[in-house]
């Protein structure tokens, strides 16, 4: 799972309870009810930071970290003021009950263990005690998984793990034994549980969800999610597998193959606000479902238009400003002349011309597809990236037949809309009403947010303030430009996880 320094660990999540009455579990699903808790000051920091750890692991390489039947599983999840969504599992015989995120976004489990002598923060959470466990078997390897501000560290051990009412024994998992930093004190989530591909497993051990299949535990390999955003409810929503549950979405779903096995990638087409095709994605972009990311982040040029669009406060970029008054006219100019876009910054001096792209000036392009690198140590000189978003959203403009003069003034505001490097965009809760579609292309669909689905709500009354679900993102070719869906995205649309098929499918959520 991606956070900054596991920031997102600053989340707070009660404790599951209790099964539901027994007419669940005649339909052959299993379901936990879950309490709730509001939304502080942490839940805000952890949901903008969510994405940003997403991204360092994706620019690092990947190492980081049916219908409804009698064959399915539900592990109910709990709603976090739509910020991050938890349930319950247990580790051994008899079971050791954890709390964990559900993580499509990483492919390992790991809990505390009872041998975290040093991290204090081990002592404010369940810890697995292997000698309490009939069915422990010694592993012994070490383990470690990197983060922003520190790392977590300890060995593999095996042991049963129970998902409701599922048993997947010998499964590989992570002790922790050491849990840097104050954020993991205050985490009120014990560990994780990762549903990505086995290719970004850490120590290559083998996911739950493949034991799961293997096993025989579930006839159709297939997982689903359903995230209740109705933060008020008593359920938070639930986690399927084995198949769907048909009365959590509407109509059909909509299916695109994974395109990269590892994260749950497929291609993705243009990205529209209220309508109107923002450019950059046109040709194309890949993304994520990621169940451990809160928000949606996607590539600065676009954020920045739909910062624009709904009135979110960003900061002043100096070097963007620059380029469109001292290379504005220019740009456009080549452009107007039919310059292949990718090679009017170089042409400009701003960017050299990889073969493929713009790369900043003196900066080699490194890409090393057979150990999944891309540009993992690089970062992109200012006037060269302002130069390559101005491109966009000239050509974006210029497809609208607007005037140059009226170009030159977008942009101009453009660069004065530019995403917080902190991530945080916070808007005007009164204009929601006045606030436009967001749309994204999946599979020739558009899936359209509206306002009040992609704005957090923190707190009530004169105190309320309202957060833009977007913040930025920049993954360079080949593995970007990319934008991950994560539970703003999923919380409105039902997604399916075919690992039979090797597809995603999104629905309406019902």
Excluded at 154 to 161: K, P
Excluded at 171 to 180: G, L
Excluded at 339 to 353: D, E, M, N, R
Excluded at 433 to 461: C, H, N, R, W
Aim: charged share 20%; net charge negative; with cysteine.
């Amino acid at each position: 799972m991606g956070t900054r320094g596991i920031a997102l660990v600053l989340l707070a999540a009660a404790l599951l309870q209790a099964l539901l009455p027994a007419s669940a579990a005649a339909e052959g699903l299993v379901r936990v009810a879950l309490k709730k808790q509001p939304i502080d000051q942490n839940g805000r920091v952890a949901a903008r930071l969510s994405a940003e750890e997403r991204q360092r692991l994706l620019l690092r390489g990947a190492n980081a970290l049916g219908s409804g039947s009698d064959d399915c599983d539900v592990i109910a999840l709990k709603n976090y003021m739509n910020a991050q969504y938890f349930g319950e599992i247990g580790v051994g015989t008899p079971e050791q009950k954890f709390t964990v995120i559900f993580d499509t976004g990483s492919s390992n489990l790991w809990v505390p263990s009872s041998k975290c002598y040093f991290s204090i923060a081990c002592y404010f959470h369940s810890r697995y005690k292997s000698g309490q466990s009939s069915t422990y078997k010694k592993n012994g390897k070490p383990a470690a998984i990197q983060y922003g501000t520190g790392s977590i560290a300890g060995f593999f051990s095996e042991d049963s793990v129970t998902l409701g009412d599922l048993v997947v024994k010998d499964q590989e998992f992570i002790e922790a034994t050491k849990e840097p930093g104050l954020t993991f004190m205050v985490a009120k989530f014990d560990g994780i549980l990762g549903l990505g591909f086995q290719e970004i497993s850490v120590g290559n051990a083998t996911p739950v969800w493949y034991n799961m299949v293997k096993q025989g535990l579930i006839s159709d390999p297939v997982f689903s999610f359903w995230f209740n955003r109705h933060a008020d409810d008593g359920e938070g929503g639930e986690i399927v597998f084995g198949g769907m549950d048909s009365s959590h979405y509407k109509g059909d779903h909509t299916y695109v193959p994974v395109t990269q096995k590892g994260y749950w990638q497929f291609n993705m087409g243009d990205v529209l606000v209220d309508g109107v095709s923002t450019g950059f994605c046109a040709g194309g972009c890949a993304a994520i479902a990621d169940s451990g990311t809160s928000l949606l982040a996607g590539p600065t040029a676009i954020i920045t238009e739909i910062n624009e669009k709904i009135g979110a406060a960003g900061v002043v970029s100096q070097e963007c400003k620059t380029v469109v008054s001292q290379y504005g006219q220019q740009i456009l100019d080549l452009l107007l002349a039919e310059t292949q876009p990718a090679k009017v910054c170089s042409q400009v001096g701003l960017c050299t011309f990889d073969g493929t792209h713009g790369v900043s000036a003196g900066i080699r392009s490194v890409v090393d597809d057979e150990a999944g690198k891309s540009n993992g140590g690089l970062k992109s000189d200012p006037m060269c990236s302002a130069c390559e978003m101005a491109v966009v959203w000239m050509q974006n403009q210029l497809a609208q037949n607007k005037t140059q003069e009226l170009i030159l003034n977008y942009i101009n505001q453009l660069c004065e809309r530019l995403p917080s490097p902190m991530g945080e965009s916070a808007v005007d809760c009164a204009s929601l009403g006045s606030m436009p579609d967001i749309a994204f292309t999946i599979g020739g669909k558009k899936f359209k947010l509206k306002p009040e689905q992609y704005i957090l709500k923190v707190g009530e009354g004169q105190a309320a303030q309202c957060i833009s679900g977007f913040t930025a993102m920049d993954i360079p070719p080949p593995r970007g430009p990319l934008w991950i869906l994560g539970d703003v995205f999923m919380g409105v649309y039902h997604t399916v996880f075919d690992y039979g098929k090797l597809r995603v499918g999104f629905a309406e959520s019902a």
